[in-house]
């Protein structure tokens, strides 16, 4: 069964953030095919009806956020990286819940040595190559 995978990118003015290496395949007016290559990502798992914006998107944000904080075996903090990803495997009917995984790429200073999360919950994922279709904008998806 294939997933949907979403990317957001988040701008933040004040921060420069380290984003995942990958390669622009083919590019389009408004959007391009991107491969990524197999790296390291922190994930976690919910399910929502809403993946973006219903109430098990932030505690999954914020388990993953807390491992990059410093709830890790280390506690060390870690930077925050681009892109968020969203693998959803959609409900099967109407008002269904979503089942998802949420993951932020792991900084490329610590791909080798990567600290091991605390939080049951939360998972170092080695993921394949992998490719996506990709639009970026400012804001968020519902703006």
């Given at each position: 069964m294939q997933a949907l995978v979403l990317l957001a990118v988040a701008t933040l003015v004040a921060c420069d953030l380290e984003l995942a290496p990958y390669e622009v395949m083919k590019e389009y007016d408004e959007w391009e095919v991107r491969k990524y290559p197999a790296t390291k990502w922190i994930s976690t798992e919910?399910?929502?009806p809403m993946p973006h914006?219903?109430?098990e998107h932030q505690k999954a944000f914020y388990r993953l956020f807390n491992y990059i904080d410093g709830t890790n075996d280390v506690e060390t903090k870690i930077a925050m990286t681009a892109p968020v990803t969203f693998r959803i495997l959609p409900g099967e009917g109407p008002n269904c819940g979503s089942n998802y995984t949420m993951s932020f790429w792991i900084a490329s200073d610590m791909q080798v040595e990567t600290p091991?999360?605390?939080n049951p919950l939360v998972y170092i994922e080695e993921r394949a190559e992998f490719m996506v279709v990709?639009?970026?904008f400012g804001g968020y998806p519902g703006d």
């Amino acid at each position: 069964m294939q997933a949907l995978v979403l990317l957001a990118v988040a701008t933040l003015v004040a921060c420069d953030l380290e984003l995942a290496p990958y390669e622009v395949m083919k590019e389009y007016d408004e959007w391009e095919v991107r491969k990524y290559p197999a790296t390291k990502w922190i994930s976690t798992e919910a399910q929502d009806p809403m993946p973006h914006d219903g109430p098990e998107h932030q505690k999954a944000f914020y388990r993953l956020f807390n491992y990059i904080d410093g709830t890790n075996d280390v506690e060390t903090k870690i930077a925050m990286t681009a892109p968020v990803t969203f693998r959803i495997l959609p409900g099967e009917g109407p008002n269904c819940g979503s089942n998802y995984t949420m993951s932020f790429w792991i900084a490329s200073d610590m791909q080798v040595e990567t600290p091991q999360p605390t939080n049951p919950l939360v998972y170092i994922e080695e993921r394949a190559e992998f490719m996506v279709v990709a639009r970026r904008f400012g804001g968020y998806p519902g703006d």
